[in-house]
């Protein structure tokens, strides 16, 4: 029996730190810690309402605009605005491009290298490389010339002893199982994507001004002026160049992304079979088709629909209901008047309650707090969200083009559907909605354009713009479903300031340490099974970590100055 700890866990963002009981090769408990304060929530007390998406888009750096939308979705559900169709077309259309981005990213760069053994492409043979890459996909960059070129860049990171981006990599580890030309394609992709997503987040810039964090969202619609023949608004010739930039992400998503996930997945069969966790899922959807202003009414033509599952039961979908929602703290590092109950967001409370150990230390108490995150519950049960979530829960709903596309990927693999209950079926569902997100975007961008065409240029509502016209006391929620899953802001506004604020973040749900019943969190609850060959060198559990997408700047959204550990994996 050891005990593991992994601290920080790499390629993510923010600080987690996983402890990880192992008996007989396998996880047989595990923690889950995020080592990191912050304190937006308590930052944003008697502010304005209309400056709460500025602060909150700060939460994070990665899912860069999520809080922004979340944040004016709710301050409009609480005064009642409604917003005009093109700024909800131009918010659907930073999402839908922020999402596309962030998946490759993760799969190329921040999770790929637990399965591909980059090192070892050094061994490929070019010409057989080409032949496996021009097997796979129409992708046009798959010569054997290519393929060299790539190997001669590596090789001379390797020779000169500084391995950059990919120093401290497991690199030889036993669990790596890919034949070096397959690892060959993939750190050729590794590369390709990292060029890539450099240029498509151009969208932001074109709709947003900026990346990260695009400047143009307001309370009551955007501030991204629309007409197609102005020079100083988002005109034809935006238009065209980000229709450009839509059919190069459909291309690289359908020809390198998609395709590589079935070849690395296709080696690592016994991957369907670790990692499950908690079986609950909760997506609240997202994507309006029929845009009628009010989000929160548009709920039935969401393109990807929201709903719970319980215990996998797929035939089981029912409705999400926000209000179902409560966070613990029993193990988290807050104090509530009443530990032993859960509190809902809208009177939530953060109060920050740190109760050791005191650095260094060896293990965290994890019979007593040992997190930074909150433990949300929905009706009392853990819940994982996040992509896989979504396509579970679109599955269920009977969404056609996502059955279509799950059913032609299992297929391929030769498994069925349970086979998505597992490490590699949250990157399967990551990819699949890519690819699904890729295709939505030039419908979205098709009705932005027929609506600016018709001659509506309305971009924002000003009708409550003068809060003498708000009601003294309001409140509401508002929801998207960001790159990691489902993202909840609840607001009380009292005398136009902001009484309470609360997030409720996809990290949070995932991440997130036990309740007071002592169920598992659901990074906790999937480690649990995972087999560990080298614990010295714990790349399984990097593994399935990683496969949630971690982000531990949007769980924990509220730095602490103790909190500075140095990398250890460390077996006791
Ligand atoms: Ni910081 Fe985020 C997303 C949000 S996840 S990345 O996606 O909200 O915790
Ligand atoms: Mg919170």
Not at 79 to 104: E, S
Not at 417 to 440: I, P, Q, W
Request: hydrophobic share 40%.
């Amino acid at each position: 029996m050891a005990k593991i700890v992994v601290d920080p866990i790499t390629r993510i963002e923010g600080h987690l730190r996983i402890e990880a009981q192992v008996d007989g090769g396998r996880v047989a408990d595990a923690w889950s810690s995020s080592t990191m304060f912050r304190g937006i929530e308590i930052i944003l007390k008697g502010r304005d309402p209309r400056d709460a998406w500025l602060f909150t888009q700060r939460i994070c750096g990665v899912c860069t605009m999520v809080h922004a939308g979340a944040s004016v979705r709710a301050v409009e559900n609480a005064l009642g605005i409604a917003v005009p169709p093109n700024a909800q077309l131009i918010r659907q259309l930073i999402l839908g491009a922020q999402t596309i981005q962030d998946h490759v990213i993760h799969f190329y760069h921040l999770s790929a290298l637990d399965w591909v053994d980059a090192v070892n492409a050094l061994q490929a043979d070019p010409a057989k490389t080409a032949a496996t890459a021009q097997s796979i996909s129409e992708w046009p960059q798959s010569s054997a010339t290519y393929f060299r070129g790539v190997q001669q860049k590596l090789k001379a990171l390797a020779d000169s002893g500084q391995l950059s981006i990919l120093t401290n990599g497991y690199w030889g580890h036993p669990a790596y199982r890919l034949p070096p030309e397959v690892n060959l394609i993939a750190v050729a992709h590794y590369l390709e994507a990292l060029d890539w997503q450099r240029r498509f987040i151009q969208v932001h810039a074109i709709l947003g001004a900026k990346n990260p964090h695009p400047q143009t969202y307001l309370v009551g619609g955007v501030a991204r002026p629309v007409d197609l023949s102005s020079q100083a608004a988002l005109n034809d010739h935006d238009l065209a160049k980000m229709r450009e930039l839509f059919r190069e992400a459909a291309e690289l998503v359908n020809q390198l992304y998609l395709p590589d996930l079935k070849a690395i997945a296709s080696f690592y069969p016994e991957w369907t079979g670790y990692g499950a966790g908690v079986g609950n899922y909760l997506a609240y959807g997202d994507y309006p088709e029929t845009v009628t202003g009010r989000y929160a009414e548009e709920a039935p033509s969401f393109f990807l629909p929201g709903g719970v599952i319980f215990q996998r039961q797929l035939d089981k979908l029912q409705p999400v209901d926000p209000g179902k929602i409560t966070e613990y703290v029993t193990h988290s590092w807050y104090r509530y008047p009443d530990e032993g109950h859960g509190r809902q967001p809208i009177d939530g409370i953060t109060d920050p309650h740190y109760t050791g150990p005191e650095p260094p230390y060896d293990f965290l108490k994890t019979d007593g707090k040992y997190s930074w995150i909150k433990a949300p519950r929905y009706e009392e049960r853990p819940m994982e969200v996040g992509p896989l979530a979504r396509m579970l829960v679109a599955y269920a709903a009977g969404h056609q083009k996502v059955r279509a596309l799950t059913g032609q990927v299992l297929q391929d693999l030769k498994l069925d559907t349970t086979a998505l209950f597992s490490t590699l079926g949250r990157h399967a569902a990551r990819c699949l909605e890519t690819v699904l997100l890729a295709g939505k975007m030039e419908d979205l961008l098709d009705r932005l354009s027929t609506s600016i065409g018709h001659g509506d240029l309305r971009i924002h509502n000003n009708e409550y713009w003068d809060p003498a016209s708000w009601p003294k006391e309001a409140s509401g929620h508002g929801t998207l479903e960001a790159p990691r899953g489902a993202l909840g802001h609840w607001i009380r506004i009292k005398d136009r300031k902001i009484l309470n604020y609360q997030a409720v973040v996809p990290s949070t749900w995932n991440g997130g340490p036990r309740d007071a019943a002592g169920q598992r969190g659901p990074y906790e609850a999937a480690l649990v099974g995972t087999p560990v060959a080298d614990p010295e060198r714990p790349l399984e559990i990097l593994r399935t970590i990683h496969s949630f997408d971690p982000c531990m700047a949007c769980a924990v959204h509220l730095l602490d100055l103790r909190g500075r550990w140095r990398h250890a994996v460390r077996v006791v």
